[in-house]
T-cell receptor, first 112, second 114 residues
Framework: QKEVEQNSGPLSVPEGAIASLNCTYSDRGSQSFFWYRQYSGKSPELIMSIYSNGDKEDGRFTAQLNKASQYVSLLIRDSQPSDSATYLCAGPNSGGYNKLIFGAGTRLAVHP | DGGITQSPKYLFRKEGQNVTLSCEQNLNHDAMYWYRQDPGQGLRLIYYSQIVNDFQKGDIAEGYSVSREKKESFPLTVTSAQKNPTAFYLC?????????????FGPGTRLLVL
């Protein structure tokens, strides 16, 4: 059973700090990963995708992929209360066309 | 205004009743998906469709059925065989961007059992 694992949190950080969200995966062949943000009661919205080893930056967000260690992370710089949400990590599911497997999500709370 | 729409926002099902959730997209995406989300859990794939008139079972297809008669539409029917249907249902569609397919979600339908 290929899996994507996340710490459920909550991860609590003060406003302005860096929030670090982590995800590990079991399938060494996985190529692409996605981070989604989900506000309470709403649907997931795509924040970042990454498929190469290393870092990918977009504004205050940086995604990091380490295929050797099988982890992917999301850093949020200058965290704001509006960043408070659940962050879902997703990676490729086995043996199928673009099927994704999602982690259970990490709840982030940014306090003023 | 492009996007993915789902209706209704809330749906109530009586015991033994079949209900159908609507999903429409005008993004010209080929692939569409249905997920179920339970509190504190990740999304689980119910069905997916790569092209019109073709669809495949996901990880939890029992008690559900779908059709894909048009590229824009992928309705999900929750049948009476699904004994625990209360959940948040999410429809997604995807487009190929280089080496990867990126999925985008509709606003969701919350199904409750009376």
């Amino acid at each position: 059973q290929k899996e994507v694992e996340q710490n459920s949190g909550p991860l609590s950080v003060p406003e302005g700090a860096i929030a670090s969200l982590n995800c590990t995966y079991s399938d060494r062949g996985s190529q692409s990963f996605f981070w989604y943000r989900q506000y309470s009661g709403k649907s997931p919205e795509l924040i970042m995708s990454i498929y190469s080893n290393g870092d990918k930056e977009d504004g205050r967000f940086t995604a990091q992929l380490n295929k050797a260690s099988q982890y992917v992370s999301l850093l949020i710089r200058d965290s704001q209360p509006s960043d408070s949400a659940t962050y879902l990590c997703a990676g490729p599911n086995s043996g199928g066309y673009n099927k994704l497997i999602f982690g259970a999500g990490t709840r982030l709370a940014v306090h003023p | 205004d492009g996007g993915i729409t789902q209706s209704p926002k809330y749906l109530f099902r009586k015991e033994g009743q079949n209900v159908t959730l609507s999903c429409e997209q005008n993004l010209n995406h080929d692939a569409m998906y249905w997920y179920r989300q339970d509190p504190g859990q990740g999304l689980r794939l119910i069905y997916y469709s790569q092209i019109v008139n073709d669809f495949q079972k996901g990880d939890i297809a029992e008690g559900y059925s779908v059709s894909r008669e048009k590229k824009e539409s992928f309705p999900l029917t929750v049948t009476s065989a699904q004994k625990n249907p209360t959940a948040f249902y999410l429809c997604a569609s995807s487009i190929s961007t280089g080496d990867q397919e990126t999925q985008y979600f509709g606003p969701g339908t919350r199904l409750l059992v009376l």
